[in-house]
C-alpha cells in the first residue's frame, strides 16, 4: 500500500511539472517578443542621461527629442539595434541649446571614444535584461495558464475527459491499445498548436512594436559611412566639428601610448634603484592601495603594464592584496563596463577589494563583482590572510557634478558610524573607504583634519579614544596625504591605526570642468599615486609604506620605505 501511494505522488508531481513545462514551451514565443519590447536601462553617455531600449530597423538610434535624431548603420544579434533616448537636457550646460554647441559637442566625443567598446557593453547588459523579462513575462504566462487550464478542466464533464477532436479519431483508435502513446500524441498536439498560436501573437505583436518601424528621411555625414541624421542643422553641426573628432581621437591615442611608454620605462629604472629597501622584512606581506583610478583607460593600462615587474622584483607571493578606495568609475554607467572589466584585471592575479565611490553606481557594484573583485558593504572579509572591511558610498555623483543624488538617505557620518559597529574593535584589519567625512565617523573625529603628521614609530597620548587597530584608506581628493598614525594607548595592549588618504590611481582631475576634464583615452592631469602598505602577516597591523608616483610627464618617483608603529615583536598583542 506505501509503495503505491508513493509512485502516485511521485506520477501526481511528475504529471505538474510536465504541465508546467507544456504551458512554458507554448508561453515561450510571446513571452521573448515581450521580453524584447519591454528590456530597458538608464544610462548617461558623457553627459547625456539617456533610456536605452532595443529596435529593429537596421539602425541603431540617439534621439535627441526636438532637435532630431542620428542613425548609426550598424546593429548587433538578430539585426537589433540600441535605441537611445535623451530624457533629460545635458548635465554641463542645461539647455537644450547645449545640444548645439561647439564645445559641448567636442567634450562629449571625446568622453564617447570608443563606440564599439559601448555596444559591447550594451550588448552585455542587455543580454542581462533580455533574461530578466524573459523570465518574468514567462513566469506571469506560466501562472496564467495554469489558472486558465483548473478552470476549464473544472467546467469539463468527466465524461468527456479522454475525448479528442475528430481529426485524432482514427489515430486514437489506432493507438487505443497503447494509452501512454495517445496520451503523448494529444500532449504533443496541444503542444505545437500552442506554440504556432503563441508564435502567430508574437510576429503580431513585433510587427505592430514601435522599435520596428522603418526610419524615414535621413541626411548622411560624407565623411563617416553609415552615421546619418534626421535633421540637415544637425547634420551641419557634425560636419563642422567632424575633422576635429577624428584628428583628436588619433591624437589622444598616440598621446595616451607614448605615455604608458614613457612611464614602463621611468618606472622600471627607479624600482632597479629601490628594489632591496622596498622587499618585506620577514613575516610581512604586501597590499597594494589606490583610489579613483575614475575611469582612465590610460591610468589603468600603466598600472597593468607595471604591476608584473613590481610582482616580479618584490616575489610573487609578497603582494597578497590589492584595494580600490572608491571612485571606480567616472560615471557610474554601463557603457563603462569594458573599463571595469580592465581594470578588474589591471592587477593580474592579485585579488581585489573595492570600496565604491560617489562615482560609482550599483550597476559599477555589479559589473565588479562579475569580473572577481570583491566588494563587500559594511561587511569583514579575509583576502590574503589579511582582514579587509568596506563601507560603500552612499552618495552619487555625475560626471561634472551638476548632480548629487543619495537615495539610501544614510549620511557620510552615518556610514562611518555603521561600519565602526560592524567592526571587530579587537582585531586588526584593513577600513577602505571613499570619502573623509565617512573615514573621520569611523575613527570618531569631527574632520580628519584634527591628525598630524608625526609620531609614526613613537607611541604618544594623541588625545583620541582608542580605535579599531589595523589600516583606514580613503580616497576622494585624488591628492595623497599622510599617512597618519593615531596611537591606541588607553590599555596596556598598544597598537595602532594608520590613515591614509590617497591619491588617484588614474591620475583623474577630481574637479572637471568643460575646459578641463579627464577622459578615459587622455594622459593624466595629476600624478598617478599607488602606495605599498606592509604588513605583519600574524597580527594584521601595518608596519611601513611605500608610494610609487608617475606625474602627467611620465616620470616615475619611488619613495623610500617609511616605517610605522612598533617594530615587530614590540607591541603587546
Known amino acids: 500500500?506505501?509503495?503505491?501511494?508513493?509512485?502516485?505522488?511521485?506520477?501526481a508531481v511528475l504529471t505538474a511539472a510536465a504541465v508546467l513545462a507544456a504551458i512554458a514551451v507554448v508561453a515561450a514565443p510571446f513571452a521573448a517578443e515581450q521580453a524584447v519590447e519591454r528590456v530597458r536601462f538608464d544610462d548617461r553617455l558623457g553627459t547625456l542621461p539617456v533610456e536605452v531600449s532595443l529596435c529593429h530597423n537596421g539602425y541603431s538610434t540617439v534621439d535627441t527629442g526636438i532637435l532630431g535624431?542620428?542613425?548609426?548603420?550598424?546593429?548587433?544579434?538578430?539585426?537589433?539595434?540600441?535605441?537611445?533616448?535623451?530624457?533629460e537636457p545635458p548635465e554641463a550646460g542645461g539647455t537644450l541649446s547645449s545640444y548645439v554647441d561647439e564645445s559641448f559637442v567636442r567634450t562629449n566625443a571625446e568622453l564617447i571614444n570608443d563606440p564599439d567598446e559601448i555596444a559591447a557593453a550594451y550588448g552585455h547588459e542587455f543580454s542581462r535584461g533580455f533574461r530578466r523579462e524573459f523570465l518574468r513575462t514567462e513566469a506571469l504566462l506560466v501562472g496564467v495558464g495554469l489558472l486558465v487550464l483548473v478552470a476549464v478542466r473544472r467546467r469539463t464533464p468527466p465524461k468527456d475527459e479522454d475525448r479528442i477532436p475528430w481529426w485524432g479519431e482514427r489515430i486514437a483508435r489506432r493507438l487505443a491499445p497503447w494509452p501512454v502513446a495517445r496520451i503523448a500524441l494529444w500532449?504533443?498536439?496541444?503542444?505545437?498548436?500552442?506554440?504556432?498560436?503563441?508564435?502567430?501573437?508574437?510576429?503580431?505583436?513585433?510587427k505592430s512594436w514601435s522599435g520596428s518601424n522603418a526610419v524615414g528621411t535621413t541626411y548622411p555625414l560624407p565623411a563617416v559611412a553609415g552615421l546619418s541624421f534626421s535633421s540637415p542643422q544637425t547634420r551641419e553641426v557634425a560636419?563642422?566639428?567632424?575633422?576635429?573628432?577624428?584628428?583628436?581621437?588619433?591624437?589622444?591615442?598616440?598621446?595616451?601610448?607614448?605615455?604608458?611608454?614613457?612611464?614602463?620605462?621611468?618606472?622600471?629604472?627607479?624600482?632597479?634603484?629601490?628594489?632591496?629597501?622596498?622587499?618585506?622584512?620577514?613575516g610581512e606581506r604586501v597590499v597594494l592601495a589606490e583610489a579613483d583610478p575614475q575611469g582612465s583607460l590610460v591610468g589603468t593600462a600603466v598600472r597593468t603594464r607595471l604591476y608584473p615587474i613590481l610582482v616580479e622584483a618584490l616575489g610573487k607571493d609578497a603582494i597578497v592584496l590589492r584595494t580600490i578606495s572608491g571612485d571606480i568609475t567616472s560615471n557610474g554607467t554601463v557603457a563603462e563596463d569594458a573599463f571595469v572589466r580592465k581594470e578588474a584585471r589591471s592587477s593580474g592575479d592579485i585579488p581585489t577589494v573595492a570600496a565604491a565611490g560617489d562615482h560609482?553606481?550599483?550597476?559599477?557594484?555589479?559589473?565588479?563583482?562579475?569580473?572577481?573583485?570583491?566588494?563587500?558593504?559594511?561587511?569583514?572579509?579575509?583576502?590574503?590572510?589579511?582582514?579587509?572591511?568596506?563601507?560603500?558610498?552612499?552618495?552619487?555623483?555625475?560626471?561634472?557634478?551638476?548632480?548629487?543624488?543619495?537615495?539610501?538617505?544614510?549620511?557620510?557620518?552615518?556610514?562611518?558610524?555603521?561600519?565602526?559597529?560592524?567592526?571587530?574593535?579587537?582585531?586588526?584589519?584593513?577600513?577602505?573607504?571613499?570619502?573623509?567625512?565617512?573615514?573621520?565617523?569611523y575613527l570618531g573625529l569631527s574632520s580628519l583634519n584634527e591628525l598630524s603628521l608625526g609620531h609614526e614609530t613613537v607611541p604618544y597620548d594623541d588625545g583620541i579614544p582608542d580605535v579599531p587597530p589595523g589600516t583606514v584608506d580613503v580616497g576622494h581628493s585624488h591628492r595623497s596625504i599622510g599617512p597618519f598614525v593615531v596611537w591606541n594607548t588607553d590599555t596596556d595592549d598598544v597598537t595602532w591605526t594608520v590613515v591614509d588618504r590617497l591619491g588617484t590611481s588614474g591620475g583623474a582631475e577630481n574637479s572637471p570642468t568643460f575646459n578641463r576634464f579627464s577622459t578615459p583615452f587622455s594622459t593624466p592631469?595629476?600624478?598617478?599615486?599607488?602606495?605599498?602598505?606592509?604588513?605583519?602577516?600574524?597580527?594584521?597591523?601595518?608596519?611601513?609604506?611605500?608610494?610609487?608616483?608617475?606625474?602627467?610627464?611620465?616620470k616615475a618617483t619611488i619613495s623610500e620605505r617609511t616605517d610605522v608603529g612598533l617594530p615587530l615583536g614590540d607591541s603587546t598583542r
Not at 500500500?1 to 506520477?11: K, S
Not at 504533443?188 to 506554440?195: C, W, Y
Not at 581621437?249 to 607614448?258: I, T, V
Not at 599607488?530 to 610627464?553: C, H, K, M, N
Open 1 to 11: 500500500m506505501g509503495n503505491l501511494r508513493e509512485r502516485l505522488r511521485l506520477r
Open 69 to 87: 535624431s542620428v542613425y548609426w548603420q550598424r546593429t548587433g544579434m538578430f539585426g537589433f539595434g540600441a535605441c537611445i533616448r535623451v530624457t
Open 187 to 206: 500532449s504533443v498536439l496541444l503542444i505545437l498548436l500552442g506554440t504556432t498560436a503563441s508564435a502567430v501573437v508574437a510576429t503580431y505583436s513585433f
Open 239 to 282: 560636419g563642422q566639428v567632424q575633422p576635429f573628432i577624428e584628428k583628436n581621437y588619433d591624437r589622444l591615442r598616440e598621446r595616451g601610448k607614448e605615455y604608458e611608454d614613457t612611464a614602463t620605462a621611468s618606472f622600471t629604472t627607479a624600482l632597479a634603484a629601490r628594489r632591496s629597501e622596498l622587499l618585506p622584512r620577514g
Open 360 to 441: 560609482d553606481s550599483e550597476t559599477t557594484v555589479d559589473q565588479l563583482k562579475e569580473y572577481g573583485v570583491e566588494v563587500p558593504d559594511l561587511e569583514t572579509i579575509t583576502v590574503g590572510g589579511l582582514r579587509v572591511s568596506v563601507g560603500n558610498d552612499p552618495e552619487f555623483k555625475t560626471l561634472f557634478g551638476g548632480s548629487v543624488t543619495n537615495p539610501s538617505g544614510v549620511s557620510e557620518e552615518e556610514l562611518g558610524e555603521r561600519l565602526r559597529k560592524a567592526v571587530d574593535p579587537d582585531r586588526a584589519g584593513i577600513v577602505v573607504l571613499h570619502q573623509a567625512d565617512a573615514a573621520a565617523a
Open 525 to 554: 592631469l595629476k600624478p598617478i599615486d599607488v602606495r605599498l602598505q606592509y604588513f605583519d602577516e600574524a597580527t594584521g597591523l601595518q608596519t611601513g609604506y611605500a608610494t610609487i608616483s608617475i606625474d602627467p610627464a611620465g
